[in-house]
């Protein structure tokens, strides 16, 4: 049974530049969560994405926007790139039960690098 | 002020030893508490998923919420070198968006 998978691994830009980083949740979860993790903190919580549709948003800018497809995968676009962008972004998936969220599983992310 | 505060360490404690980990939280909507593993290079891994106050017990691992104090352990009896890791809380009010303290990385030394 695969868990989250995500591509790239790694992934190096030059800022001003746009990105976009893959995730496929794991069998059977609906919700995708995306998270930022800069070195030596804890993630933080982009948005999610239930039904195709953002459901909730953290508090990050518009240059950071998604996507979930029909099998429930999802993109992350990140435009207009920052020095400060430079981080481990995460995805999770879970499954929406009787409207809540059950637990989220992460998958092991891709190390963005703004040069 | 983070709404949830945790230690970083590092934590350094000999094989056998037991762990406790804790984390203070401000938001009292807060109702699920998760308890996250991470290696270096890897995502986060779930240990231990809770609701409300009071104690859950999986193998080693014991994780205890006191609610009343806003205060969440996580407690690893006979630790292991394969322990050693970064540890994160995670608490959740509507099932959305979690919140994580910044991590205690923990070091169990042969």
């Known amino acids: 049974d695969a868990g989250v998978t995500q591509s790239p691994t790694h992934l190096i830009k030059t800022r001003g530049q746009q990105v976009t980083l893959r995730c496929s949740p794991k069998?059977?979860?609906?919700?995708v969560s995306w998270y930022q993790q800069a070195l030596g903190q804890g993630p933080q919580f982009i948005f999610q994405?239930?039904?195709?549709?953002?459901?909730q948003r953290g508090n990050f800018p518009d240059r950071f926007s998604g996507h979930q497809f029909p099998n429930y995968s999802s993109e992350l676009n990140v435009n207009a790139l920052l020095l400060g962008d430079s981080a481990l972004y995460l995805c999770?998936?879970?499954?929406?039960?009787?409207?809540?969220?059950?637990?989220?599983?992460f998958g092991d992310g891709t190390r963005l690098s703004i040069l | 002020q983070k709404e949830v505060e945790q230690d970083p360490g590092p934590l350094s404690v000999p094989e056998g030893a037991i762990v406790s980990l804790n984390c203070t939280y401000s938001?009292?909507?807060?109702?699920?508490f998760m308890w996250y593993r991470q290696y270096s290079r890897k995502g986060p891994e779930l240990l231990m998923y809770?609701?409300?106050?009071g104690n859950k017990e999986d193998g080693r691992f014991t994780a205890q919420v006191d609610k009343s104090s806003k205060y969440i352990s996580l407690f690893i009896r006979d630790s292991q070198p394969s322990d050693s890791a970064t540890y994160l809380c995670?608490?959740?009010?509507?099932?959305?968006?979690?919140?994580f303290g910044g991590g205690t990385r923990l070091m169990v030394k042969p």
């Open positions: 995670a608490c959740d009010n509507a099932g959305n968006m979690l919140t």
């Open positions: 809770t609701y409300s106050s």
């Open positions: 994405y239930y039904e195709e549709e953002e459901r």
């Open positions: 999770a998936s879970s499954l929406t039960r009787d409207s809540r969220n059950q637990p989220q599983h």
């Open positions: 069998s059977g979860h609906d919700t």
């Open positions: 938001n009292s909507a807060f109702q699920y």
